[in-house]
């Protein structure tokens, strides 16, 4: 047995890094066209319609939605990595026929076979089965600090990007992305195929348990979207801070709470102390949409809440697939985590449409109360949960 400090071996974060990199094309596909689509779909046939606009938009997240389960299923029965590969080919597929697309039917269809490159439940099962139980977590906030690292920088670079290569060329580059993915995932060693035992899905949907976690991440997203349909123009309006300069506000919030994260998760790692850290960032989340709701009048105060929501998210997107990881059966750690991938995008297209509905209805500041509402209850039902202790590393 080795040291309770015992660091991750070079080939854990090699792993970690790329099972990252190739992670983060799922939400690049996702977060890249946000700032910039309604703008570009103004310029194809059928743009002028804003249903299609939203079907273009939200068409992504609901095939991901439907095929996690089935995608972490077959990782399951027929191995991580072949699954991840053709998940990322259809992914690429759907890029290019994206860029092409001369109107906006075929915009739909390309955001569809996109989607269908749901590689989230064969990617985090793939990092727990490569990873040590001790350093899980470190590799779940490589993947899930990915997701934060994306947004802000997708927000920042989107624009800029646009005006150099256009609609088309972003496409392209997702492309192109997922395809050079494959060469990282080549360098990852294959895991044994998980026990083939027979376990049906409902015993993994009915685990009150894995209900419990995937409640959470379907309410962090649902929050994470309906926040920032409003926030963009909250900077705006409250901070006078003109759109192409959000960056400035975006992409220190988000480095600055990587480096605030680091020290939570070594405490929750290290000195199993997963269940204070873990209730601490839910009830951080719901002081930001409080703060936001009360004190959100300044683009300092918004800073700072932006800030403090980086270190909720990130702590908590680290931490759930983790603890899914760790409670799912051996032999369905895929199909557990299909269903939590599912759930979160789910929760992305809900906080979207639920964020735009109450703005549109209720004003701007009901959405952080809502969203503080959403926060509290997820906390209620946290208070209840059972953590896995910290096992001791073995060698």
Known sequence: MSS??????????????SLASIFALRMLGLFLILPVFAVYAKTLPGGDDRTLIGLALGAYGLTQAVLQ????IASDRLGRKPVIVFGLLLFALGSFVAAWAPDMHWMIVGRVLQGTGAIS????????????????????????????????L?????????GWIGMGGLFILTGLLALGALGLLKRIPSPPLPPQVKLPLREVLANGALLKLNLGIGVLHIIQMAMFVV????????????????????????????????????????????RPVFLSAIALA???????????GSLWWLGLWLLLFFVAFNILEASLPSLVSRIAPAAAKGAAMGVYNTTQAVGLFIGGAMGGYIAQHFGDNAVFFVCA????GWMLV???MTFPRRTAPTT
């Open 373 to 376: 509402l959403l926060a509290t």
């Open 4 to 17: 309770p400090a015992d660091p991750m071996t070079p080939q854990e974060r090699r792993i970690g890094a």
């Open 286 to 296: 719901a002081l930001v949409q409080g703060g936001l709701y009360f004190l959100g």
């Open 154 to 162: 997708s927000l920042v670079g989107a624009p800029l990007l646009y």
């Open 382 to 384: 946290a208070l209840s």
């Open 69 to 72: 389960i089935p995608f972490g």
């Open 231 to 274: 926030l963009p123009q909250a900077l705006i309006e409250r901070g006078d801070l003109p759109a192409p300069e959000h960056w400035k506000v975006y992409l220190p919030a988000v480095l600055a709470s990587f480096v605030v994260m680091v020290p939570a998760i070594i405490a929750a790692e290290k000195r199993d102390k997963m």
């Open 121 to 152: 439940a064969a990617v985090t099962a793939l990092a727990a089965d490569l990873t040590r139980e001790e350093h899980r977590t470190k590799v779940m906030a490589m993947i899930g600090s990915s997701i934060g690292l994306v947004f802000a």
